[in-house]
């Protein structure tokens, strides 16, 4: 069975703060790993990963895939108020019975 | 483009209704998904549509739930009848096409008492 796994559950830091958030997987045929961050509605998208070894960065975000070791991280660094939310990761699963399957999440709360 | 769009926001009902909820996904895109979010089991996928047809509905929870995709710009999930345990928020996503970036819609909240 396929498996998305995001760690801490749940995180609480302080404004500018750097955060560090983790997701392995074990998925049959494996094509790509998505981030999500989800505020009160719906999943907005932050970052498709396809090769290992290349960061992906937007403004203050990074994330990079390691398929040797199928995990991804997700960095925020100088966080602020407003990156309170849930990260969700999730994977292409390619093949037969293709389809996009997400983690649980982890909560982040940002203190000013 | 408007995005993913689902109807209805919210939707109350009683136990033993049925209750059908409609997606319309952006225009072009291929692939259409139906998840369910709750407190407990995070974001599930229910049932994936490509080119209209359902590739994987092995998410759906039992035979009380059924979607259809009739053409590329209308999706519903139908549960009849309904139970509390399915209250939970519902999304329909779509993607241009496989092992592409999913949008989603603003999600339709079920309430069922």
């Known amino acids: 069975e396929d498996k998305v796994v995001q760690s801490p559950l749940s995180l609480v830091v302080h404004e500018g703060d750097t955060v560090t958030l983790n997701c392995s997987y074990e998925?049959?045929?494996?094509?790509?790993l998505l981030w999500y961050k989800q505020e009160k509605k719906a999943p907005t998208f932050l970052f498709m990963l396809?090769?290992?070894?290349i960061e992906k960065k937007s403004g203050r975000l990074s994330s990079i895939l390691d398929k040797k070791e199928l995990f991804s991280i997700l960095n925020i660094t100088a966080t602020q108020t407003g990156d309170s939310a849930v990260y969700l990761c999730?994977?292409?699963?390619?093949?037969?019975?293709?389809?996009?399957?997400f983690g649980a999440g982890t909560i982040l709360r940002v203190k000013s | 483009d408007a995005g993913v769009i689902q109807s209805p926001r919210h939707e109350v009902t009683e136990m033993g209704q049925e209750v059908t909820l409609r997606c319309k996904p952006i225009?072009?895109?291929?692939?259409l998904f139906w998840y369910r979010q709750t407190m407990m089991r995070g974001l599930e996928l229910l049932i994936y549509f490509n080119n209209n047809v359902p590739i994987d509905d092995s998410g759906m929870p039992e035979d009380r739930f059924s979607a259809k995709m009739p053409n590329a710009s209308f999706s519903t999930l139908k549960i009849q009848p309904s139970e509390p345990r399915d209250s939970a928020v519902y999304f329909c996503?779509?993607?241009?096409?496989?092992?592409?970036?999913?949008?989603f819609g603003q999600g339709t909240r079920l309430t069922v008492v």
């Open positions: 396809t090769s290992s070894g």
């Open positions: 996503a779509s993607s241009l096409f496989e092992n592409t970036e999913a949008f």
């Open positions: 999730a994977t292409w699963r390619g093949g037969y019975g293709n389809k996009l399957v």
């Open positions: 998925v049959t045929n494996f094509r790509s």
């Open positions: 225009s072009g895109h291929n692939s």
